[in-house]
């Protein structure tokens, strides 16, 4: 029986753990009840980190949320030649 080394993936070193927050953090982040926010997990409406049984956000991944759901008002998109309703 020949034992092989398995190689640990190097991890980057300028994320911290301390930068992912729960569900109670990231929903103040966001301005939504953590019910609410459970609610997007469970839709896969956003990403999230999932360690042991507790789900964690990257504060990235919060802007990147905040960026897709953003709604732009009808004079930006007129001067950049977006058709409006």
């Known amino acids: 029986m020949t034992t092989e080394s398995l190689e640990i993936p ?13 569900i109670n953090r990231a929903s103040k982040v966001l301005g939504i009840r953590p019910k609410t ?3 997007h997990v469970l839709r896969r409406r956003i990403d999230y980190v999932k360690i042991g049984g507790r789900v ?12 897709h759901n953003t709604i732009h008002s009808r004079s930006i998109a007129s001067s950049c030649g977006i058709a409006t309703l």
């Open 56 to 67: 964690l956000f990257r504060p990235d991944t919060l802007w990147e949320f905040i960026e």
């Open 10 to 22: 190097a991890v980057p070193t300028t994320r911290k753990l301390e930068e992912l927050l729960d």
């Open 37 to 39: 926010l459970r609610h």
